[in-house]
């Protein structure tokens, strides 16, 4: 072989190594680990001067363990960030909503207390099975009475007995339930006022 045809080879054969030296440089490093006076562990592409502990050789691929790409943050929508996170309070809605609540209450305690006065107003008659017949005496006849009856005693003292109507328990148990109906409405409205005017303070 010509000796210039020989140079060329052998320039061609240290090229080709330079380009696989290369390739094999951009996959892998050679870093150096050790740890320190102080406990921390260092590295370094080249090993420590001066340093007589040990020192571990570590080869890194970076072909096989690419870099992780950074993490997004999900994406979250307007939607779902209504549900979680509540509208900022508006104080004078809020407080006009209160408002609005505890009047309402007071109208539905005075509607409750006029129906309880209306019902015991109207509840005085008595009913078909609250009455009862008892046997009455008068010292005189009585007009507009029937079936009365004139009784003389051993003074020879007439008294007049008549079948008189009155009520019974069961009308006198039905108006007390109206009027506990009416001290409870009472007290519901006394309550419903005074809420009032602490939440409008």
Not at 111 to 124: I, N, P, Q, S, T
Request: hydrophobic share 35%; aromatic share 6%.
């Amino acid at each position: 072989m010509p000796k210039g045809a020989e140079r060329l080879a052998r320039a061609a054969c240290v090229a080709a190594g330079f380009i696989v030296a290369s390739a094999a440089l951009a996959d892998t490093r050679t870093l150096y680990r050790w740890i320190d006076a102080q406990g921390r562990t260092q590295y370094s592409d080249k090993p420590p001067t001066g340093f007589k502990g040990e020192v571990t050789r570590v080869e890194v691929d970076f072909e096989a363990t690419p870099a992780a790409a950074p993490q997004r943050a999900p994406r979250v929508s307007p939607e779902v960030l209504r549900d979680v996170v509540p509208p900022p309070t508006d104080i004078n809605k809020a407080r006009r909503e209160k408002r609005e609540k505890l009047e309402a209450a007071v109208r539905r305690a005075e509607e409750k207390v006029a129906a309880a006065k209306k019902a015991l107003e109207g509840g005085g008659d008595i009913q078909d099975d609250e009455h009862q017949v008892i046997q009455r005496r008068y010292a005189r006849a009585q007009e507009g009475k029937s079936n009365c009856r004139a009784v003389t005693d051993a003074n020879r003292k007439t008294t007049f007995i008549c079948p008189s109507i009155v009520p019974n328990d069961e009308y006198y148990g039905r108006i007390r339930g109206l009027e506990d109906a009416l001290k409870k409405a009472e007290e519901e409205l006394s309550e419903a006022k005074t809420a009032y005017m602490r939440g409008v303070d």
